[in-house]
């Protein structure tokens, strides 16, 4: 699978902290995790604010309608990413996909161990976005 250049992000006392999606991924074939089902209402981050968390980054209609095409293209063979504690790391348009089609489960892999982020302290925007 050929991924573009993204990042999870969280905020901490440390500083942003940013994993790199596609090291997520390739740490995950690497310790072998197995997909299984998980239920849509133990994703907390789908009952809170995700997309739309930086300064003047507003849910306008035409940003709305920019995740809507990436939900409807979004392909739901493909599992999730959960932290050891069961946060999401990737896959919020799959997830959401899968709600708005009225199931009530997501194929997701779990780490045992949260990884250690790729990057802490940089803004969003000066993270490397070029492949």
Known sequence: MN??????????????????VRQLIALAAAQGLQPHWVRLDEIAELDQRYWFGEPGDEPTPRAIA?????????DTDYPILLDAQGRLMDGMHRAVKRLSQGHDEVWALRFA???EPDFVG??????PYAD
């Open 66 to 74: 920019e995740h809507l095409k990436l939900v409807q293209a979004a």
């Open 122 to 127: 940089i803004a969003a925007d000066a993270l």
């Open 113 to 115: 161990t949260t990884p």
């Open 3 to 20: 991924i573009r250049p993204q990042y999870h992000l969280r905020p901490s006392p440390r500083g942003l902290l940013a994993w790199d």
